[in-house]
């Protein structure tokens, strides 16, 4: 079965320092990869997407990059962290095609201090 | 881009009583519809989803929604809760891309 990890779970970091956020899932091959950051009251809010090895597509600019090494690796980075970047951030995956399921990760509580 | 309306932020139901949690969308074309379930301490996970043919869907733990394209709503129903569904909603839409569009859920407390 497909599995999907999310590390650190919890980071808390000073502003302007880099962040390093990893997410890879076992058990499937060359699915789509999504990063989400999820704020209270606000939903989720799609920040990267990954259909392959080294393609990127950003949906909001911030300053924040996403980066996919592997196929079933997906890693999230910041070269300086902004207080307005703290939040919950979710990795998810799915087989590929708008009618797929996504399925999430546990996700990593960041909190920039 | 498509986007996605939960109006109501929190609700507090007693076990047993009837749910409806309203969802609205906007975008012209061809939808496909999901709602998702963050349960206390738990991975957010699918509840339930529709792309094509009837329009009621069934979900897990007797969760229910219905599609109608004239009013571009998916609302969630379950005849009866639980204090298990205690859990915040999420309805999302997909317009044949790689965007996936969220509402800001819903929180919903059930009293024992």
């Known amino acids: 079965s497909q599995t999907i990890h999310q590390w650190p779970a919890t980071l808390v970091q000073p502003v302007g320092s880099p962040l390093s956020l990893e997410c890879t899932v076992e058990g499937t091959s060359n699915p789509n990869l999504y990063w989400y950051r999820q704020a209270a009251g606000r939903g989720l809010q799609l920040l990267f997407y990954?259909?392959?090895?080294?393609?990127i597509s950003s949906e909001v600019p911030q300053n924040l990059s996403a980066s996919r090494p592997q196929d079933r690796q997906f890693i999230l980075s910041s070269k300086k962290l902004l207080l307005s970047d703290s939040g919950f951030y979710l990795c998810?995956?799915?087989?590929?095609?708008?009618?797929?399921?996504?399925?999430f990760g546990p996700g990593t509580r960041l909190t920039v201090l | 881009a498509q986007s996605v309306s939960q109006h109501n932020h929190h609700v507090i139901l007693s076990e047993a009583a009837s749910l409806e949690l309203g969802c609205n969308y906007s975008?012209?074309?061809?939808?496909?519809l999901f709602w998702y379930v963050q349960y206390p301490g738990q991975h957010l996970q699918l509840l339930l989803k529709?792309?094509?043919?009837?329009?009621l869907v069934k979900g897990i733990k007797g969760f229910e929604a219905e599609f109608i394209k004239s009013k571009f709503s998916f609302n969630l129903r379950k005849p009866s809760v639980q204090w298990s569904d205690t859990a915040e909603y999420f309805c999302a839409v997909n317009a044949g891309n790689n965007d996936m569009r969220f509402g800001a859920g819903t929180r919903l407390t059930v009293k024992p």
């Open positions: 975008y012209g074309g061809t939808v496909n």
């Open positions: 990954s259909v392959g090895i080294g393609q």
């Open positions: 529709y792309f094509s043919g009837d329009p």
């Open positions: 998810a995956w799915s087989s590929g095609g708008a009618t797929d399921t996504q399925y």
